[in-house]
């Protein structure tokens, strides 16, 4: 959400409709979106997107992108047209960053501004402003930008970017896709090359991104899994021709929403399947859920299929922790899905669950308690109980579940709505738009109440 926003919350119960039947076709991907306009933007000449996810994250980014100096329009037919700036060439803004509720754009637009001359304020709603930002700051002042944050490393937060930034050698201290992207991204205006490693495989998108705009990048896979990605600045960046396949982290609200209610046959169009985020559909499997992958595909160089979900029993499981980065995003639904399986999921590893757009472990398990679920918070997951197939009961009168400006929690609890007797009612629908507007009204065409 803008931070000034002041509209008032928007309150909805989910009740149980028809199975979820026929095609859908989500949104384009948010992180390939993000990811499109800002390298775009720093191109020379005209990149043509297809596809780009139309949400308030990705709204922000553009409006970002233009206040330093990139043009960047949307035509009639939905393609976007952007005119970039070339590595280097972006301006001074006027004002502060609005970064409304979205991270990705705050942590990447630090490093692309980090290694520019550039002093700039970001700011972002009140979800956005708990997150956690020592992460990108720590690497970026040591290519030589400077902070100043609010305590605990927060937004509001200026940063005086510095040309030539210096080249560094950096070993993620969290599996994080988006540090790693700051830092290559700071790279690209950076004489010399950067590296980063990490430990832990995160979503790739940045680096086959910029491999696509010309970028100098080296990618090595040691025996044990660890990458090595270098990076050589100064950068020239050609302009593209991007399509953009659908996010697969909305369409898994729709996966598990047709495992789940009764009847469901759903054909789910164009989702991306990068194996960096395709996870969630391994465990989905691993628990009995039928997910079929038609006609699979290559779209702007990234792998895509059709998927057919039908409704399924699902068992309960421990989710292997090494699975955790390629369905981060995921976990919200995955305790939904598990809250109807048979017998008991138990999650493990799932601290970063805790600094994303609310802390998903305790906002989940509040949400799913006040429906009825048997669940169990740990340090580091939940523990869930299932009802076996049975619906949950739902959210008592008068009680609605507190989404936290959290997009992926509205979401999730509105699926747990489809599988309730008495529905479940969430505070606040507002969230949705930061990721996936048409969401409600695809939910309505695919359950047949359109
Ligand atoms: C993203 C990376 C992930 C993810 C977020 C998008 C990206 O965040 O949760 O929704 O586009 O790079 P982290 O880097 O914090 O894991």
């Not at 292997?320 to 995955?334: G, I, K, N, T």
């Not at 308690?369 to 009802?387: H, N, Q, S, Y």
């Amino acid at each position: 959400m803008h931070s000034a926003d002041t509209s008032a919350p928007r309150p909805r119960r989910f009740t149980a409709a028809g199975p979820l039947t026929g095609r859908i076709r989500v949104p384009g991907d948010k992180s390939i979106s993000h990811r499109s306009i800002m390298l775009g933007a720093l191109a020379v000449g005209r990149t043509r997107v297809t596809g780009l996810l139309e949400g308030e994250d990705v709204m922000s980014t553009a409006a970002a992108m233009r206040a330093m100096g990139a043009s960047i329009e949307r035509l009639p037919d939905g393609e976007w047209i952007i005119d970039g700036v070339g590595v280097g060439g972006l301006l001074q803004p006027k004002q502060a960053l609005d970064m409304g509720n979205s991270g990705t754009s705050t942590r990447l637009l630090m490093g692309l501004v980090a290694s520019h001359p550039i002093t700039t304020t970001f700011i972002g709603d009140a979800s956005l402003s708990k997150r956690p930002m020592g992460r990108v700051i720590e690497p970026l002042s040591q290519m030589g930008a400077d902070f100043t944050a609010a305590p605990g490393g927060r937004l509001p937060l200026t940063l005086r970017g510095i040309s030539p930034a210096v080249p560094i050698s950096y070993r993620l201290p969290v599996a994080s896709a988006q540090v790693k992207s700051a830092v290559l991204l700071a790279g690209l205006n950076t004489p010399g090359t950067t590296t980063v490693i990490e430990p832990v495989p995160t979503r790739d998108h940045s680096e086959r991104m910029l491999s696509g705009f010309g970028a100098e990048l080296a990618v090595e896979v040691a025996a044990d899994g660890t990458r090595t990605i270098h990076l050589t600045g100064e950068a020239e960046l050609k302009p593209q021709t991007i399509v953009v396949p659908g996010d697969p982290s909305s369409a898994a609200f729709f996966v598990v929403a047709a495992l789940l209610v009764p009847g469901s046959d759903l054909v789910i169009e164009n989702v991306g399947l990068n194996p960096t985020r395709a996870a969630l559909l391994g465990v989905l499997r691993d628990m009995g859920g039928q997910i079929e992958e038609l006609d699979r595909r290559d779209v702007g160089g990234e792998p895509v299929a059709d998927l057919r979900v039908r409704h399924s029993m699902l068992t309960g499981i421990a989710v292997d922790p090494a699975v955790v980065p390629s369905m981060v995003d995921e976990f919200p639904v995955l305790f939904v899905a598990a809250a109807l399986a048979a017998g008991r999921t138990v999650t493990t590893g799932l601290e970063e669950l805790r600094v994303k757009e609310s802390d998903r472990i305790a906002v989940m398990r509040a949400a799913l308690e006040l429906a009825g679920a048997m669940v169990t918070e740990t340090e580091d997951g939940l523990i869930i109980d299932g009802t076996g197939g049975a619906p949950l009961q739902g959210t008592p009168e008068g009680g609605a579940v507190a989404t936290h400006l959290d997009h992926r929690i509205a979401m999730s609890m509105a699926v747990a709505g489809l599988a309730s007797r008495a529905g479940v009612a969430v505070d606040d629908t507002r969230p949705i738009a930061t990721s996936f507007p048409v969401f409600e009204a695809l939910l309505a065409q695919a359950s047949g109440a359109a």
